[in-house]
């Protein structure tokens, strides 16, 4: 492990994670297995996240589509959070979620749409301004 990667962790997790209230997936890893819990953060933070084939908002915007569908509310949170971090609008991620209807229906569509007005209501961004 370099100090290379460490520092791409450190700096990725900030970028979007910054100001979650919430238990960060980190956290419970590490309860349970402090060194894999740190391999895993190294990975996903340092490398995957960090990874700059394209831009942290598409990287969001994918995972929101993705926890979406799979219909994964506690992760879904999360990464909304992180995608408003790295600048995703609200209206943005509204229509990716949207856009799920297609492949997952629209109660799925539903769950996250109440999952991401939960994340606006913490970030005091609620309701959303009505566009003329």
């Known amino acids: 492990m370099t100090q290379e990667i460490k520092e791409k962790t450190k700096k990725t997790a900030d970028l979007y994670f910054k100001g979650w209230k919430g238990e960060r997936p980190y956290e ?23 990874h700059e084939k394209i831009p942290h908002k598409i990287r969001q915007l994918t995972t929101i589509a993705a926890l979406t569908v799979l219909e994964r509310t506690d992760e879904l949170k999360l990464h909304i959070y992180a995608g408003l971090n790295v600048g995703c609008s609200p209206e943005e991620i509204a229509e990716v979620m949207f856009q799920m209807a297609t492949y997952a229906g629209m109660p799925v569509v539903n769950s996250a749409l109440k999952a991401f007005r939960e994340v606006l209501k913490e970030r005091n961004q609620w309701p959303l301004q009505k566009k003329d």
């Open 28 to 50: 419970l890893w590490q309860a349970f297995d402090p060194d894999l819990a740190r391999e895993f953060s190294l990975f996903i933070t340092g490398q995957l996240y960090a």
